[in-house]
Nanobody
Framework: QVQFVESGGGLVQPGHSLRLSCTAS????????VGWFRQAPGKEREGVSC????????QYGDSVKGRFSVSKDNAKHTVYLQMENLKPEDTAVYYC????????????????????WGQGTQVTVSS
């Protein structure tokens, strides 16, 4: 049984940073395309970032480009999302997800492509 462990969420002031971590028991995340998604209250889940296992290439949603950075530690089978210059509109529950049918992120990853999901971690940006 696959179980994700997400951590790093919390309450921060605007302009500050957070780093989210995601690992999974029963699944080596560095073998697959891994995406980060977020969902704010009353809004649809949106893609934030994706990192490919095959070449380590990365993709970002327009709203986070230049502020967020996704990376992975293959030795620890862990994927990270470094979030800089956080804004109140970044407030959401953040989820990591794995697409175990692909090692390469698609050109515009959607949540329907990912078959394993973490439980989510809350990020709140507020002064």
């Amino acid at each position: 049984q696959v179980q994700f462990v997400e951590s790093g969420g919390g309450l921060v002031q605007p302009g500050h940073s957070l780093r989210l971590s995601c690992t999974a028991s029963g699944l080596f995340l560095d073998y697959y395309a891994v995406g980060w998604f977020r969902q704010a209250p009353g809004k649809e889940r949106e893609g934030v970032s994706c990192i490919s296992a095959s070449d380590g290439s990365t993709q970002y949603g327009d709203s986070v480009k230049g502020r967020f950075s996704v990376s992975k530690d293959n030795a620890k089978h862990t994927v990270y999302l470094q979030m800089e210059n956080l804004k109140p509109e970044d407030t959401a529950v953040y989820y990591c997800a794995a697409n175990t049918m692909r090692r390469l992120c698609t050109s515009n990853p959607t949540m329907h492509e990912f078959n394993y999901w973490g439980q989510g971690t809350q990020v709140t940006v507020s002064s």
